[in-house]
């Protein structure tokens, strides 16, 4: 069975920094493209950010690009977002997502190409 489980989230003040973390099981970690998405109260779910399954390539949201890093340890079946200068606006609660990709640099944007989901952690930013 498949887990994907995310950690990290919390209160923070506006400028600050948090890392997320997302820890997998029951898959073979290196074959997933891994997303990270955020939806926020009354909002739709929103692409943050993506890492291919090679590591070579990043993709972010132009909202986050310059402030968000994703990253991921292949020999730990986990991926990271960190997070630094946050917002209020970025306050959501934050999704990994996990796609079995064929092409090892390349990870999507759109969520309905991820096969597993994460519960979410929740990410306050206070002004």
């Known amino acids: 069975q498949v887990h994907l489980v995310e950690s990290g989230g919390g209160l923070v003040q506006a400028g600050g920094s948090l890392r997320l973390s997302c820890a997998t099981s029951?898959?073979?970690?290196?074959?997933?493209?891994m997303g990270w998405f955020r939806q926020a109260p009354g909002k739709e779910r929103e692409f943050v950010g993506a890492?291919?399954?090679?590591?070579?390539?990043?993709y972010y949201a132009d909202s986050v690009k310059g402030r968000f890093t994703i990253s991921r340890d292949n020999a730990k079946n986990t991926v990271y977002l960190q997070m630094n200068s946050l917002k209020p606006e970025d306050t959501a609660v934050y999704y990994c997502?996990?796609?079995?990709?064929?092409?090892?640099?390349?990870?999507?944007?759109?969520?309905?190409?991820?096969?597993?989901w994460g519960q979410g952690t929740q990410v306050t930013v206070s002004s």
């Open positions: 997502a996990a796609d079995l990709n064929h092409h090892s640099g390349y990870a999507p944007s759109v969520s309905d190409e991820y096969d597993y």
């Open positions: 029951g898959l073979t970690f290196v074959a997933y493209a």
């Open positions: 890492i291919s399954r090679s590591t070579r390539n990043t």
